[in-house]
């Protein structure tokens, strides 16, 4: 039986679950797009595609940043931690997370504008954005754990 208090919460609860997931699907465009299959080749030929995909990691950063900026100061992470308090070393680290993520994709960015520069395609861009996505996934769902362990739900009872 969930209680009044934590139901008034679960509409925060869904919407970042639903932001991991939107963010989830922007990566997945961007991978598909770009990066199709291990095949970088037929972006290094296209100019397009890279202004593109500059364009496209640039509206990532800012989706990413102010998803991050509502879980530290939105108050429903922070009421999952109170609710079970051994869940704040986990959240210290996933705090220290967003640093890290913006650092990797402002990585990827850097990258792919040398490449444009130089003209010359760098071998590593495609690694760098999956290792990225890798670690924003870990991350996500780790949040989403997080979150369900605090208010003491699960899925079923979010959506
Ligand atoms: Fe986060
Ligand atoms: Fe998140």
């Known amino acids: 039986m969930i209680s009044t208090e934590v139901m008034g919460y679960l509409p925060y609860v869904r919407r970042l679950q ?13 991978q598909a797009a770009h990066f199709p299959h291990g095949d970088p080749v037929s972006r ?4 397009i595609s890279t202004d593109l ?4 990691l640039y509206s990532l950063r800012t989706m990413l ?16 931690i109170s609710r ?3 869940l704040a070393a986990d959240m210290g680290v996933l705090e220290a997370d967003h640093c890290s993520l913006l650092e990797q994709l ?14 010359r395609a760098s071998e590593t861009i495609e690694r760098r954005f999956n290792d990225f996505a890798e670690m924003l ?3 996500e769902a780790d949040e989403n754990r997080l979150l369900e362990q ?4 699960g899925s079923e009872d979010i959506y």
């Open 106 to 119: 402002d990585g990827v960015i850097a990258s792919v504008q040398h490449e444009v520069f130089t003209g």
């Open 137 to 139: 996934y870990d991350h």
């Open 44 to 47: 290094r030929n296209a100019q």
């Open 18 to 30: 639903d932001e991991h997931r939107k963010i989830s699907e922007v990566v997945e465009q961007i």
């Open 84 to 86: 079970l308090p051994r």
């Open 53 to 56: 995909l500059i364009e496209q």
């Open 65 to 80: 940043r102010d998803h991050f900026e509502e879980e530290t100061t939105g108050g429903c992470m922070e009421e999952a």
């Open 150 to 153: 605090g208010f003491n739900v």
